[in-house]
C-alpha cells in the first residue's frame, strides 16, 4: 500500500522545509510512503528547495497554471507513480501532517473514497466573524447541492483513494475545492470528514486579491459546476419561473376579454406571450444541456477506463 503526498507550490521556499519535515513516513498500514512538490512557476526557488529535501518527486509548471490546475496534475502524476492513496495538503504549512493517519484512516478501512480534513473553522481564531459566516455559507449550499454531510467544503487537506482520484476530473481555473465535492457527491462517492490540526496562518491567501472576489469566484465555480451535472434542474427551474410570470398576464388579458374589455389590455397578452415563449425557449436548452450531462458522464467513464488501463498497466510494468 502505497501513499503520496502530494504539495502544491507557488512561492513557498520559506514553508516548504516545515510541511515536508512534518509529514510522517512511517504509518500504521502503509508499505511506502512519498512526498509529491508540484511547482506552480515558482520564482523563489521552492522546487530547489524540495531537491534539497530529498523529497521523492518534483514537478515544475513551466509558470503559473493556477491552483486547480495545479492539484489535478499533482493526481495525475501520483496515480502514475503508483499510489493507492493520495493526500492532498498545502505548500504554507496551514495543516499539520501528523494528522495524515486520521485522515486517510477511513479509506484504509474501507468507509470512504474521498477523506476531508476539517479545521473547525467555527472554533479557530485565525477566521473572522465575516470569514467564518461565508464559509458557513459555502459549505451549505455545497451541502444542499452534492447531497454530502461535508464540514469544511473548501478544505485544501483531502485524502483520495486509487479509484477516486481517477474519477476526479477539475474543469475549474480556479480552485478545485468545491467543484471537486460536487462531482463526487453526483458520482455516488462516499465522503467522509475528519477533523484535522492546523498551525498559524504564515501568509494571507493568495487565491484571490480580496474576500469579495473569492466569494464571487467561489460562487461562479459552484454554480458551474451544478448547472454542469444538474442542468435538467437547475435551467428547468428558470423555465418554469419565466413561464409561470408569462402565464399571469396572458391570464388576466383573457379575465379582461370574457369580461368584454379586452381591447384595452392587449399590452398583457404581448408581455405574457413573451415570457411564455422565452420560457419554453429556456426550457428546450435545459433538455439539450441534459443531453449534453448525459454524453459527458460517458465521456467520463471512458476516460476513467482508459486512465485505469494506462495506469495500472505502467504499475505493473
Known amino acids: 500500500m502505497k501513499l503520496i503526498v502530494q504539495i502544491p507550490c507557488y512561492n513557498e521556499a520559506d514553508t516548504l ?18 512526498i ?13 528547495i524540495a531537491r534539497q529535501l530529498g523529497v521523492d518527486h518534483i514537478i515544475s509548471n513551466v509558470g503559473n497554471i493556477g491552483l486547480a490546475r495545479t492539484f489535478e496534475r499533482g493526481l495525475n502524476a501520483a ?21 495524515i493517519p486520521a485522515l486517510i484512516n477511513p479509506i484504509l478501512e474501507g468507509r470512504a473514497d474521498v477523506v ?11 477566521f473572522s466573524w465575516l470569514k467564518k459566516r461565508l464559509q458557513r455559507a459555502g459549505t451549505h449550499v455545497v451541502r444542499r447541492l452534492s447531497g454530502l454531510d461535508v464540514n469544511d467544503a473548501v478544505s485544501g487537506f483531502r485524502a483520495y483513494s486509487r479509484k477516486a482520484a481517477m474519477q476526479t476530473n477539475v474543469l475549474s481555473s480556479f480552485s478545485y ?16 470528514s475528519v477533523a484535522v490540526e492546523t498551525n498559524p496562518s504564515t501568509r494571507p491567501s493568495r487565491l484571490a486579491k480580496s474576500m469579495l472576489g473569492f466569494v464571487a469566484r467561489q460562487v461562479f465555480t459552484i ?9 435538467l434542474r437547475a435551467i428547468g427551474l428558470l423555465a418554469a419561473v419565466m413561464m409561470l410570470i ?57 476516460l476513467e477506463r482508459v486512465r485505469k488501463l494506462e495506469l495500472d498497466g505502467n504499475r505493473d510494468g
Open 17 to 34: 522545509a516545515g510541511v515536508v519535515d512534518d509529514i510522517p513516513r512511517q504509518i500504521e498500514g502503509i508499505d511506502e510512503v512519498e
Open 36 to 48: 509529491l512538490v508540484i511547482d506552480d512557476g515558482s520564482t523563489d526557488g521552492t522546487a530547489e
Open 79 to 99: 496515480l502514475a507513480a503508483g499510489a493507492d492513496i493520495i493526500v492532498n495538503t498545502d505548500g504554507d504549512n496551514q495543516y499539520r501532517g501528523t494528522s
Open 116 to 126: 476531508v480534513g476539517d479545521r473547525n473553522t467555527s472554533a479557530s481564531t485565525e
Open 177 to 192: 475545492t468545491t467543484e471537486t465535492l460536487i462531482q463526487a457527491g453526483r458520482r455516488g462517492q462516499k465522503i467522509v
Open 223 to 231: 454554480v458551474r459546476a451544478y448547472i454542469m451535472y444538474r442542468p
Open 246 to 302: 408569462g402565464t399571469l398576464p396572458i391570464l388576466r388579458f383573457l379575465w379582461f376579454y370574457f369580461s368584454g374589455d379586452g381591447d384595452g389590455h392587449v399590452q398583457s397578452l404581448v408581455l405574457g406571450s413573451m415570457f411564455f415563449i422565452l420560457g419554453y425557449l429556456t426550457l428546450m436548452i435545459a433538455i439539450l444541456a441534459d443531453i449534453i450531462a448525459s454524453n459527458r458522464r460517458l465521456i467520463e467513464m471512458t
